[in-house]
């Protein structure tokens, strides 16, 4: 079974300061997807990479997936505060037709 | 363009009754999803349907089941609720089936209590 593992759960950081989330995955999967999602709203859709090496940035995020370490990265440069979020990164299942998702990593940015 | 639509937005509902949600997908998309997110278990996979059909199913209990339209729409309904049913029931939309390389639409979800 996929499993999907995130960390850190929690992050609360400066603004201005640089981090990174980590999303590592049990089995092979070659679709690595990260989702944004603000208290009591849905899924927002943020990068889908669809092979090893891809990189995408948005603003200032920037997710990258290296299928062979089984693990997707989503670096957060000189956070504000309308970052804060909870972030998930989701696998796509054996079958290609599902998402497994992690626990979500849950952002405060503060002044 | 309409996003997808998710009715009712909340509902509440003591045990043992049963409950039905509903799901437009954006016009055009032939997938739905459907997952079912909580404080402990997260987020998780309950069902897809593809051209009527139910092509995929979760983890879930039998009292966890769903259809879709001919006009792409989708129901799901579950039986018999029980206390840990509470969840946000999210609808995800897709042209084709599962995410692929667009990823899900999804939509705002439906906010089930039980009490």
């Known amino acids: 079974e996929l499993k999907v593992e995130q960390n850190p759960l929690f992050l609360s950081m400066q603004e201005g300061k640089n981090y990174t989330i980590y999303c590592n995955y049990s089995?092979?999967?070659?679709?690595l997807y990260w989702y944004r999602q603000d208290p009591g709203k849905s899924l927002e859709s943020l990068f889908v990479?669809?092979?090893?090496?891809a990189v995408k940035q948005e603003g200032r995020l920037m997710a990258s997936l290296d299928t062979k370490a089984r693990l997707s990265t989503l670096h957060i440069t000189a956070a504000v505060h309308d970052l804060s979020a909870t972030y998930f990164c989701a696998a796509a299942s054996n079958s290609g037709y599902a998402l497994n998702f992690g626990k979500g990593t849950s952002l405060l940015v503060t002044p | 363009k309409a996003g997808v639509t998710q009715t009712p937005r909340y509902l509440i509902k003591t045990r043992g009754q049963q409950v039905t949600l509903s799901c437009s997908p954006i016009?055009?998309?032939?997938?739905v999803s459907w997952y079912q997110q909580t404080p402990g278990q997260g987020l998780q996979f309950l069902f897809e349907y593809f051209s009527e059909t139910q092509r995929n199913k979760g983890n879930f209990p039998g009292r966890f089941s769903g259809r879709q339209f001919s006009n792409s729409r989708s129901e799901m309904n579950v039986s018999t609720l029980e206390l840990g049913d509470s969840a946000l029931y999210l609808c995800?939309?897709?042209?084709?089936?599962?995410?692929?390389?667009?990823?899900?639409?999804f939509g705002s979800g439906t906010r089930l209590t039980v009490v």
């Open positions: 995800a939309s897709s042209q084709r089936r599962g995410p692929r390389g667009y990823g899900y639409t």
């Open positions: 990479l669809l092979s090893n090496g």
């Open positions: 089995t092979t999967s070659d679709r």
């Open positions: 016009s055009g998309h032939r997938s």
